[in-house]
């Protein structure tokens, strides 16, 4: 269902024509999205453009997934999506419907952490803490897929999330360590 809501919008001319294009006419549509989010369902109308890192952290208040190059490059927004990890400012929230997304709110919690959570903890395997989120919803989907069975390998699944401290070495024995932990 969509729902059109005319907004008010500045005019502007056509770099080519040099005709005026009258943009307080455009309308713009809303959909209605439901989705379930670190395990609760959730339903808002959302314009089409909005990105799933923009809906979660402004409609949603979950602010623990962090914008970092909003391009995709950095793996600082990354979430689960059906249990695979996306980054969400490369996906639209309007993609997400009737699909399942975990956030790092999702993932633990302080009563009880996930093994890979402490796997951080006990490894030092963040300096500023920015990429931590991303680095930690990506380990847990690493684990997960299977790829955490040795240094190269958690290195290169991991290498979509860039740690601008260089914290690698640490992130790495993390992954390592929490597999290993699952495992036994």
């Known amino acids: ?12 001319s056509s770099p080519i024509t040099g005709k005026s294009n009258d943009l307080s006419k ?9 989705m379930k989010v670190n395990g609760e369902s959730v339903a808002s109308e959302v314009e089409p453009r909005v990105t799933l890192l923009d809906y979660l952290r402004d409609r949603l208040q979950l602010t623990g997934t962090k914008k970092g190059c909003n391009e995709g490059a950095c793996g600082t927004c990354t979430v689960l999506i059906d249990g695979k990890r996306m980054n969400s400012c490369l996906t639209l929230a309007v993609q997400c419907d009737g699909r399942e997304v975990t956030t790092i709110e999702g993932i633990g919690s302080a009563e009880q952490l996930h093994a890979v959570q402490q796997s951080f903890i006990d490894h030092d395997a963040f300096q500023c803490g920015y990429c931590t989120p991303g680095q930690i919803v990506s380990a847990v989907a690493c684990i997960a897929e299977g790829h955490a069975t040795d240094t190269a390998s958690v290195s290169e699944w991991m290498s979509g999330n860039i740690c601008r401290c260089a914290a690698y070495p640490q992130i790495t024995a993390a992954v390592l360590d929490a597999a290993a932990k699952s495992k036994g």
């Open 1 to 12: 269902m969509a729902t059109t809501v005319n907004e008010k919008a500045p005019t502007a």
């Open 26 to 34: 455009a309308a713009v549509t809303r959909r209605s999205v439901r």
